[in-house]
């Protein structure tokens, strides 16, 4: 931990043994899936549509908020002993408490049920660190990476991903630290470590994600690929060590035994191979089966939420010419079953978007080549979270 970061949350730790030893256990409990919630949500009082981070209906000016194990936008109503009760459909007269995260610092927007201990969400107890927030532009770095966090759990238990935390498994459960480049000490690299994740607070701000991307010649670079990506490293370990998969996995993305330190060193020396877009989803990825296999799974969970996205929205394309690309509607559900249905639909979903952002003066908004090898990595992550790693 640097000087210039500190322990989450600064208030609530007083009465605490250190930042996990009093909370609930947090990775195993699975958030009931929902498909009609996913991406699209309405205020419970006034039917105005709204987004998931939303805290405030701008219709009626309901406090909204997240409620975890219903998966659900809820608004709500202060009651008497000072807790709120839902208003949402399905969730019965539930009384719930902000996360103090929401209540104090203003960077959640996640309901804790009145009887729960914990004073923290489950995504907020998982950042053990945070950056100073003596420096007011931090505060707007935490929330862009906490939302980011967010956003990522709920994919994760979208897909009914198992979440251990370093309360359960104190070696190498998951737990993020968000961190600070400080004068006198290294440099901090965002990256993945038997669990621990790490993000440099500076990919929360647009301008420095930019400047990065243009050095690195990077077509695409976002905080929640940040964050997707290094989950990506945390479910290899997790499922993919001992797993009868193994041997498959080595046979597509290469061989994860190969020194890292040496293979980094080589292809920040050399750089990609120059046919690279015909066997991997970026320059990146050619650097180590492990980074390979983390770009990849990124990737995945891009069209894993993207698409059930566009399905939530009902939308379909229907172009007058029968051979341009169309897709049809299909129930959220049912989206990521198929392998298969999900890149026939991917692609022309792909094109409508960068057509979208043309019309508009915007760069590709996916900016990617899936070749044939590529679509068979993407098929094998598919394999490995269906089946939990299980042959």
Known sequence: MTTSDCRQPPVALASRSGAYGAHRASGRRRLRRTPTALRTYHCSRCHQQVFHEN?????CDAMLGFIEDAGEISAFEPWPDGSWRALAPGVGEGR????????????????????????????????????????????????????????????LNQLQL??????????????????ADAEGTPKVHTGHDDGLITINIAEAD?????????????????????????IGHYYFLRLMTDSPLLDDCRALFGDDREDY????????????????????????????PY?????????????VDTLE????????????????PSMTALDVDR????????VARWFPLTYALNSLNRSMGMPDIYPFTLGPPVIEKLRFVHRVIRTQGEA
């Open 55 to 59: 805290v405030l209906c701008e219709r």
């Open 96 to 155: 719930y408490l902000q996360c103090h995260n929401y209540a104090v610092e203003h960077v959640c927007n996640r309901m804790i049920p009145v009887d729960d201990p914990a004073t923290l969400c489950r995504s907020c107890r998982l950042t053990a660190v945070i950056p100073s927030l003596l420096q007011e532009r931090n505060r707007a770095r935490w929330y862009q990476l906490e939302r980011a966090k967010r956003r990522l759990l709920y994919t």
């Open 162 to 179: 198992p979440v251990v935390s370093r309360e359960e498994d104190p070696e190498r459960g998951l737990v993020f630290e968000f961190l």
């Open 206 to 230: 647009d301008a420095h994600r930019a400047r990065v991307r243009e050095q690195m010649k990077e077509p695409y670079r976002t905080l929640l690929g940040h964050f997707r990506h290094e």
């Open 261 to 288: 330190g040496e293979a980094m060193q080589r292809h920040y020396a050399n750089g990609a191979p120059d046919d690279w877009q015909t066997s991997y989803i970026s320059a990146y990825a050619t650097m180590h």
């Open 291 to 303: 980074e390979d296999w983390a770009e990849t799974w990124a990737h995945y969970m891009h069209m």
């Open 309 to 324: 996205t566009a399905s939530a929205c009902g939308l379909h394309l229907a172009p007058p010419d029968p051979t341009e």
């Open 335 to 342: 989206v990521t079953r198929s392998f298969n249905d999900m």
